[in-house]
């Protein structure tokens, strides 16, 4: 395995503890009666998640065993409040989700560039005694300790993030796809398990717009059980908005392979079965178009299917489009409101949609598209199953 990509790390974190209030009674020549004069203690140092895009993996926190923030300093005399303790920032790469190490708990999530999450809050000072005087009490003897520091250790788990997610058996020609469509270069070779870590690539598009690709190591039947590579690389690919799966056209049965990821993943976690799918079958230039033909009657009919060759770039720009398209359909967008009481209206050019939800014997409706809509009357549609 390449020790430059680093995906797990467990960190000790604890933040500073507050300073103490200063008990103090003021003592000047000729001012016999002073009066308190304790200043607070400092507030101490919290300790922070930042998202920094310059950052692909964890290997920086590789060995980073520790995070202590800095103790808050204690109040002095004359009304002198102590120092603020430092605050300290955990720069992660987009997409790392943090968990509680005893517990398991989720704690957050870290997806965006230039995002800060507060993780452990340091300790309030104390108030010195100043801050109790009184009519009744002139002198007070007393202030208040700091409060004490937060404490854990977390797990810090990196989960790409991509618009697309290459899904297929080892050598099913990902890491070439990747290579063919982008500036990326992963190690591409005759074995199985040629990739051994994700790489990322940004594949161009019409009038300058752009989607990010990942290769994802390649999984086998059993791999929600741990075998091959088992779930270090499942994570990944919960983290991408659509997934292409991807099956040699030289396949005995490319539906029966199909099914058998589409299975690994519902082991897994049955949530990734909700996400737009389509489906490449690759090293076509292995094929002839009678041969082509014959594939296309058996492969899955749910799904968008192209045939491509990345070796001579047969299909590849009509993936692209497929892909794109994809991507930016609004049902994709809307997957996440969608359920067993939706129906979902779609006009013949696809440029608009509506949602009518099913509350009861009352209907509501919601139109999405560039084109404003009164009712469905202005709609020409046809039902989708939900």
């Not at 430059?4 to 200063?22: L, T």
């Not at 790409?160 to 070439?176: E, H, I, R, Y």
């Not at 270069?185 to 752009?210: C, M, W």
């Amino acid at each position: 395995m390449d020790s430059n990509f680093v995906d797990y790390v467990k960190i000790y974190c604890r933040s500073g503890k507050g300073g103490r209030g200063s008990m103090h009674l003021r003592h000047v020549k000729y001012q016999p009666n002073g009066g308190p004069d304790g200043g607070d203690g400092g507030d101490g140092g919290s300790i922070y998640l930042r998202g920094n895009h310059n950052f692909w993996t964890l290997l920086h926190l590789k060995y980073q065993r520790h995070v202590f923030a800095e103790h808050g300093g204690n109040g002095g005399s004359d009304k002198c409040h102590g120092s603020k303790g430092k605050d300290e920032y955990i720069d992660v790469p987009c997409g790392t989700v943090v968990y509680n190490a005893e517990t398991g708990k989720y704690i957050c999530d870290v997806s965006e560039d230039g995002q800060v999450v507060l993780l452990l809050k340091g300790g309030r000072g104390g108030l010195g005694n100043f801050q109790f005087r009184s009519a009744t009490n002139q002198a007070p003897r007393y202030a208040q300790p700091g409060e004490p520091m937060q404490e854990m250790t977390v797990i810090l788990e990196l989960k790409l993030l991509a618009d697309v997610g290459l899904v297929g058996f080892p050598n099913a020609g990902k890491s070439t796809l990747l290579s063919s469509l982008s500036s990326a270069r992963p190690k591409i070779a005759n074995y199985p398990f040629t990739t051994l870590e994700p790489s990322l690539g940004i594949v161009g598009y019409h009038d300058r717009q752009s989607f990010v690709m990942a290769d994802i190591p390649g999984i086998i039947e059993g791999a929600s059980e741990g075998k091959g590579l088992g779930l270090r690389f499942l994570r990944h690919i919960e983290r991408n908005s659509l997934l292409l799966f991807m099956v040699p056209g030289d396949t005995d049965d490319i539906k029966h392979e199909y099914e058998v990821l589409l299975n690994e993943l519902r082991n897994f976690n049955p949530e990734m079965l909700d996400k737009h799918r389509v489906l490449a079958v690759t090293k076509c230039d292995l094929l002839d178009e009678e041969l082509i033909e014959m594939i296309s009657e058996t492969v899955p009919k749910d799904v968008p299917v192209v045939y491509i060759s990345s070796v001579t770039g047969y299909g590849l720009e009509e993936l692209k489009n497929v892909l794109w398209r994809e991507l930016n359909s609004e049902s994709n967008k809307l997957q996440g409101i969608m359920s067993e009481d939706t129906l979902v209206h779609r006009d013949k050019d696809m440029s608009r949609f509506a949602l009518e939800l099913k509350d009861e014997g009352e209907d509501e409706i919601f139109f999405l598209g560039e084109d404003d809509v009164e009712d469905l009357d202005d709609f020409e549609y046809e039902e989708e199953d939900s």
